[in-house]
T-cell receptor, first 110, second 115 residues
Framework: QKEVEQNSGPLSVPEGAIASLNCTYS??????FFWYRQYSGKSPELIMF????GDKEDGRFTAQLNKASQYVSLLIRDSQPSDSATYLC??????????FGSGTKLNVKP | DTGVSQNPRHKITKRGQNVTFRCDPI?????LYWYRQTLGQGPEFLTY????????KSRLLSDRFSAERPKGSFSTLEIQRTEQGDSAMYLC?????????????FGPGTRLTVL
């Protein structure tokens, strides 16, 4: 069983703060990792992906990967109320299989 | 709109009825995926097509479920003899062959309610 674990939250942060979202995965064969944002009642929207150890930055978002610890994180700087959503972490295995966590709900308070 | 489209967006049916959903992927994408998502959970993989070939199918997909992609473009997912446990959001995603990391883009989903 290839599992992706996320704290369900909710994670509450004030507007302008850094939100830190975490994810662990069980299968060391996982190749790449994806973060999706999902607003209530909507479908997942790709934010970014990471495949190498270290950090990857895209605007206000930074993904971090530590394959030794089997740990992925997403940092959102200068959090805005519009960032309030559920964030899904996905691990890619064998290129065509994706395993999703159950998501972390983020609330950004104005 | 050049994104992934799905129809219908909502479907309410009675237990025992058959339902069919359609997915139109992004036009140049040759990979197509079906997922199922229930409240509070992440999407669960159901099946995957590369062009018209169904290359992988989850054990979650019972024999009541069938998917097709006859011409390598749109795909249909049929559920026969629906059960209340089939109530969920059915998501379709597509990706482009040749990309290094297989980024998937999701459609809006079809929400199925089985009464």
């Amino acid at each position: 069983q290839k599992e992706v674990e996320q704290n369900s939250g909710p994670l509450s942060v004030p507007e302008g703060a850094i939100a830190s979202l975490n994810c662990t995965y069980s299968d060391r064969g996982s190749q790449s990792f994806f973060w999706y944002r999902q607003y209530s009642g909507k479908s997942p929207e790709l934010i970014m992906f990471i495949y190498s150890n270290g950090d990857k930055e895209d605007g206000r978002f930074t993904a971090q990967l530590n394959k030794a610890s089997q740990y992925v994180s997403l940092l959102i700087r200068d959090s805005q109320p519009s960032d309030s959503a559920t964030y899904l972490c996905a691990a890619q295995y064998n290129f065509n299989k994706f395993y999703f966590g159950s998501g972390t709900k983020l609330n950004v308070k104005p | 709109d050049t994104g992934v489209s799905q129809n219908p967006r909502h479907k309410i049916t009675k237990r025992g009825q058959n339902v069919t959903f359609r997915c139109d992927p992004i036009s140049e994408h040759n990979r197509l995926y079906w997922y199922r998502q229930t409240l509070g959970q992440g999407p669960e993989f159901l099946t995957y097509f590369q062009n018209e070939a169904q290359l992988e199918k989850s054990r979650l997909l019972s024999d009541r479920f069938s998917a097709e992609r006859p011409k390598g473009s749109f795909s249909t997912l049929e559920i026969q003899r629906t059960e209340q446990g089939d109530s969920a959001m059915y998501l379709c995603a597509s990706s482009l062959d040749g990309t290094a990391y297989n980024e998937q883009f999701f459609g809006p989903g079809t929400r199925l309610t089985v009464l």
